[in-house]
């Protein structure tokens, strides 16, 4: 299969790609680094991708921000940003990505933890979360040509705790977490949110 990891130069989105590289074909792309740059803020950027890229068998995104501060300092921005980049980015991507799917492929969004299991200050991550998970259980209904559409929700990854200074030891892999993703793009689920605390 020909597939598009957007995000391939995160810590998550990395682990995807060298997951999926070792038997298919893996076009990379990423904000600032990769095989093609694209921003999930922008929908041109997103069209210019796919355009750049040609046919694709599948579609997986790793890529997507929101702030984390408490409730009382969110700001509209702050949410505006959240909800741009890492929820209709993703809706975009696919939207704009189902004429450029070959038939019987898939999509596999990132949603989070966050989304089941609030903690303080993740109240705007917490939104788009849940509403990327809604997205996919709704999206399910309507693909055409037997496409595919499914999210993963990881844990709290142990590389993104240690870059927070926090203990490592209460997070998941990103390797493990990228075995997720594989599942989603080798199997036949669709409309499932795939908890990737299930490949530990």
């Known amino acids: 299969m020909r597939i598009l990891v957007v995000g391939a130069s995160g810590t998550i989105g990395s682990e995807i790609a060298l997951a999926l590289s070792a038997s298919h074909e893996v076009v990379r792309a990423a904000r600032k680094s990769g095989d093609h740059r694209v921003d999930l803020a922008s929908q041109a950027s997103i069209e210019n991708l796919y355009a750049a890229v040609g046919p694709l068998d599948a579609v997986v995104c790793a890529a997507g921000e929101g702030r984390f501060r408490p409730l009382n300092e969110l700001t509209d921005e702050d949410f505006r940003f959240s909800l741009s980049s890492k929820l209709v980015g993703q809706i975009d991507l696919v939207r704009v990505g189902i004429p450029r799917l070959r038939d019987r492929g898939s999509f596999t969004l990132t949603s989070g933890v966050l989304a089941r299991e609030p903690v303080q200050g993740g109240a705007a991550i917490s939104v788009v979360n849940a509403g990327v998970e809604a997205f996919v259980r709704a999206a399910a209904l309507e693909m055409p040509r037997g496409l595919r559409i499914n999210a993963v929700s990881p844990p709290?990854?142990?590389?993104?705790?240690?870059?927070?200074?926090?203990?490592?030891?209460?997070?998941?892999?990103?390797?493990r977490v990228a075995a997720a993703y594989v599942d989603s793009v080798a199997g036949d689920a669709n409309g499932t949110v795939i908890d990737a605390r299930r490949f530990t």
Do not use: C, Q, Y
């Open 156 to 175: 709290w990854v142990s590389e993104t705790l240690r870059a927070m200074g926090r203990d490592p030891s209460g997070g998941m892999p990103a390797a």
